[in-house]
């Protein structure tokens, strides 16, 4: 079993390694369902494992967004002649002022989402069920917004992250570069979560989403590991979002930063779809959803938004606790439970 | 014998309705004490002001000295003064043994502790404890897939894996098959003499708190009607007349 598992890791890392050699002209495709890996992930951190669903995430995926980039070009030049003059054709990063920027940018990326994930978190992780939905939901709303009247980072038109800079190579090492490292964010979240959930923080944040009360009743300061959980969310969901912006090259409020009519509603979808409050299912999840959107939006343009909607009919009515879920029922010896009828049926006695 | 519990003229509104009225008692050290009294007469009420689900609304409730009717539950709970409830509240999607874990109280509860592994040697212990209530077979079943009667054993269970100090338990007995009902009076009077935990039972059962508890305390419409030893509660005709209505 165990040297089994070795080799399917082994073989998927072979894979994502060999990936844009072997489909090059997938590049950018197979970045994007990374990032969509990732999404789901640190969705499923809250709305799988501790029950809590949130429609906010996307904020700091947006904040994250806007953060790398406004480094990238602040740090160089003034990002407000950047932001309402095309600034990108007056400003050329060179190649060291590019990675310097880059890399400040995504520290940053990642540590504001997370700060901002502690402040709203101890604000709003008070409120269960339903009203932390609906409040969360807002959240990126108004972030949306708010940064649409924002002049410094061109409000509603948007801003352009800094353009590869010249001389190093082309578009191809460009792809290249931000696949490697959306393939390794996506593996270090993987691998840091499948880490923390099978520490003291994962019992308990399943223990929340099984009945809060009780936790607490038994001397468990939950409200400490809902932030923290958010702040693991926040942090690499703040550098998704820092390489997104990127890549994508144009960052827009409403459409990509703090898109919370397509992300914001992709990753709750990936993660049902995979099956939530599983390590797999999120990953799964996403491949399975990113395959299929990618497929209708190439072959049935148009048809898109009614495939999804059928898409989501049948995952609510034949798998409503997701492919993992569903297989986990199927084959519960598979997953580690093993349950003997004898046990299921014993009568407790005491004597 | 020292005081653990000390409640002192605490009253408890629900806009008007009077839940606890001018409730005072007290908990000698490694003592069994009952709590009675009809439907609706204010225990479970008199239960979460103690541990501090919601606020008193007039005096004052102290556990070893310390004054707890203003901290929050989990802090509560950490002074070493844990609740069982009513309906049970167990982990409905994790197994028995990952409840009982879940329930073992962290030696040093800060922020770099969040993310600790969890020692092995406390899955033997869960195992002896779901041993002692009779839950060893069922440890690997869900939770939520166990009978209501097998989810109050494992609610004492997780509660006696916390080791507190004082066990406030609401039912232990109700929903629970009669021919077990022996076994965990049996149980219960091993809590309070070889774990030295001291115990607040509400039970509706007579015969078990009777052959409980040391001392009984009675409400009915949430004030204090009676206090005292199992035979004179058994003999008052206050109590009995709450219970059944005068006659």
Same mark, same amino acid.
């Given at each position: 079993?165990?040297?089994?598992?070795?080799?399917?890791?082994?073989?998927?890392?072979?894979?994502?390694? /060999?990936?844009?050699?072997?489909?090059?002209?997938?590049?950018?495709?197979?970045?994007?369902?990374?990032?969509?890996?990732?999404?789901?992930?640190?969705?499923?951190?809250?709305?799988?494992?501790?029950?809590?669903?949130?429609?906010?995430?996307?904020?700091?995926?947006?904040?994250?967004?806007?953060?790398?980039?406004?480094?990238?070009?602040?740090?160089?030049?003034?990002?407000?002649?950047?932001?309402?003059?095309?600034?990108?054709?007056?400003?050329?990063?060179?190649?060291?002022?590019?990675?310097?920027?880059?890399?400040?940018?995504?520290?940053?990326?990642?540590?504001?989402?997370?700060?901002?994930?502690?402040?709203?978190?101890?604000?709003?992780?008070?409120?269960?069920?339903?009203?932390?939905?609906?409040?969360?939901?807002?959240?990126?709303?108004?972030?949306?917004?708010?940064?649409?009247?924002?002049?410094?980072?061109?409000?509603?038109?948007?801003?352009?992250?800094?353009?590869?800079? %010249?001389?190093?190579?082309?578009?191809?090492?460009?792809?290249?570069?931000?696949?490697?490292?959306?393939?390794?964010?996506?593996?270090?979240?993987?691998?840091?979560?499948?880490?923390?959930?099978?520490?003291?923080?994962?019992?308990? $944040?399943? /223990?929340?989403?099984?009945?809060?009360?009780?936790?607490?009743?038994?001397?468990?300061?939950?409200? =400490?590991?809902?932030?923290?959980?958010?702040?693991?969310?926040?942090?690499?969901?703040?550098?998704?979002?820092?390489?997104?912006?990127?890549?994508?090259?144009?960052? !827009?409020?409403?459409?990509?930063?703090?898109?919370?009519?397509?992300?914001?509603?992709?990753?709750?979808?990936?993660?049902?779809?995979?099956?939530?409050?599983?390590?797999?299912?999120?990953?799964?999840?996403?491949?399975?959803?990113?395959?299929? %959107?990618?497929?209708?939006?190439?072959?049935?343009?148009?048809?898109?938004?009614?495939?999804?909607?059928?898409?989501?009919?049948?995952?609510?009515?034949?798998?409503?606790?997701?492919?993992?879920?569903?297989?986990?029922?199927?084959?519960?010896?598979?997953?580690?439970?093993?349950?003997?009828?004898?046990?299921?049926?014993?009568?407790? *006695?005491?004597? | 014998?020292?005081?653990?519990?000390?409640?002192?003229?605490?009253?408890?509104?629900?806009?008007?309705?009077?839940?606890? *009225?001018?409730?005072?008692?007290?908990?000698?050290?490694?003592?069994?004490?009952?709590?009675?009294?009809?439907?609706?007469?204010?225990?479970?009420?008199?239960?979460?002001?103690?541990?501090?689900?919601?606020?008193?609304?007039?005096?004052?409730? %102290?556990?070893?000295?310390?004054?707890?009717?203003? $901290?929050?539950?989990?802090?509560?709970?950490?002074?070493?003064?844990?609740?069982?409830?009513?309906?049970?509240?167990?982990?409905?999607?994790?197994?028995?043994?990952?409840?009982?874990?879940?329930?073992?109280?962290? !030696?040093?509860?800060?922020?770099?502790?969040?993310?600790?592994?969890?020692?092995?040697?406390? #899955?033997?212990?869960? *195992?002896?404890?779901?041993?002692?209530?009779?839950?060893?077979?069922?440890?690997?079943?869900?939770?939520?897939?166990?009978?209501?009667?097998?989810?109050? $054993?494992?609610?004492?269970?997780?509660?006696?894996?916390?080791?507190?100090?004082?066990?406030?338990?609401?039912?232990? #007995?109700?929903?629970?098959?009669?021919?077990?009902?022996?076994?965990?009076?049996?149980?219960?009077?091993?809590?309070?003499?070889?774990?030295?935990?001291?115990?607040?039972?509400?039970?509706?059962?007579? =015969?078990?708190?009777?052959?409980?508890?040391?001392?009984?305390?009675?409400?009915?419409?949430?004030?204090?009607?009676?206090?005292?030893?199992? *035979?004179?509660?058994?003999?008052?005709?206050?109590?009995?007349?709450?219970?059944?209505?005068?006659?």
């Amino acid at each position: 079993m165990k040297g089994n598992k070795l080799i399917i890791y082994g073989l998927l890392l072979a894979f994502g390694l /060999a990936a844009p050699f072997i489909f090059p002209a997938y590049k950018l495709q197979i970045s994007f369902m990374w990032i969509l890996v990732i999404l789901a992930l640190t969705w499923d951190v809250q709305g799988g494992q501790m029950g809590y669903n949130s429609f906010g995430n996307i904020l700091f995926f947006g904040i994250g967004m806007y953060i790398c980039a406004g480094i990238q070009i602040g740090m160089f030049f003034p990002l407000a002649e950047w932001t309402s003059s095309g600034g990108e054709k007056t400003f050329l990063h060179t190649p060291s002022q590019y990675f310097q920027g880059f890399f400040v940018g995504l520290v940053l990326a990642s540590i504001v989402p997370a700060i901002v994930a502690a402040l709203i978190g101890y604000g709003i992780l008070g409120l269960r069920g339903h009203y932390f939905a609906i409040c969360t939901l807002g959240l990126g709303i108004a972030a949306g917004e708010i940064a649409g009247g924002i002049e410094l980072i061109g409000a509603g038109q948007g801003m352009t992250a800094p353009p590869w800079p %010249k001389g190093i190579g082309d578009t191809e090492l460009r792809s290249e570069f931000f696949y490697f490292l959306c393939f390794i964010l996506m593996v270090v979240t993987f691998i840091f979560l499948k880490w923390a959930y099978q520490t003291r923080f994962g019992l308990i $944040l399943n /223990a929340i989403r099984d009945n809060e009360d009780k936790a607490e009743a038994m001397g468990i300061y939950t409200m =400490r590991y809902k932030i923290i959980g958010w702040i693991v969310s926040a942090f690499f969901l703040g550098i998704a979002g820092g390489l997104m912006g990127n890549m994508v090259g144009y960052i !827009e409020p409403t459409e990509i930063a703090f898109a919370g009519a397509t992300y914001g509603v992709f990753m709750v979808l990936m993660a049902i779809l995979g099956g939530k409050g599983t390590l797999w299912g999120p990953v799964i999840g996403a491949v399975a959803f990113h395959i299929f %959107k990618e497929g209708f939006w190439t072959f049935f343009l148009g048809w898109q938004y009614v495939a999804l909607g059928a898409l989501i009919v049948v995952i609510v009515v034949f798998f409503p606790e997701g492919i993992m879920g569903w297989l986990r029922e199927k084959y519960p010896e598979k997953f580690g439970e093993i349950v003997d009828e004898a046990d299921r049926k014993a009568q407790v *006695e005491l004597k | 014998m020292s005081t653990i519990l000390e409640v002192n003229q605490v009253y408890k509104y629900f806009g008007g309705v009077k839940a606890n *009225e001018d409730i005072s008692l007290t908990v000698e050290q490694g003592s069994i004490v009952g709590l009675i009294g009809p439907n609706g007469s204010g225990k479970t009420t008199l239960f979460n002001s103690i541990v501090g689900t919601h606020p008193i609304d007039k005096g004052n409730i %102290k556990f070893n000295d310390i004054e707890v009717s203003q $901290l929050p539950v989990p802090t509560v709970a950490k002074l070493g003064l844990l609740r069982t409830f009513q309906q049970t509240r167990i982990y409905g999607k994790l197994n028995c043994i990952q409840n009982m874990l879940i329930s073992s109280k962290s !030696e040093k509860d800060t922020i770099f502790n969040i993310f600790s592994k969890i020692p092995e040697d406390l #899955t033997t212990k869960a *195992e002896n404890l779901l041993q002692f209530v009779g839950l060893h077979q069922k440890r690997k079943l869900r939770a939520g897939d166990l009978s209501f009667g097998q989810q109050k $054993l494992l609610e004492l269970a997780m509660a006696l894996m916390n080791e507190p100090k004082m066990l406030l338990l609401d039912e232990p #007995t109700a929903g629970i098959n009669p021919t077990l009902i022996n076994g965990i009076i049996d149980r219960l009077i091993k809590v309070n003499k070889e774990f030295g935990i001291t115990l607040l039972v509400i039970e509706h059962n007579m =015969r078990v708190i009777m052959s409980l508890a040391q001392r009984i305390f009675c409400l009915a419409h949430g004030q204090m009607l009676a206090e005292g030893t199992p *035979e004179q509660i058994k003999n008052d005709k206050r109590v009995i007349d709450a219970y059944l209505g005068v006659q």
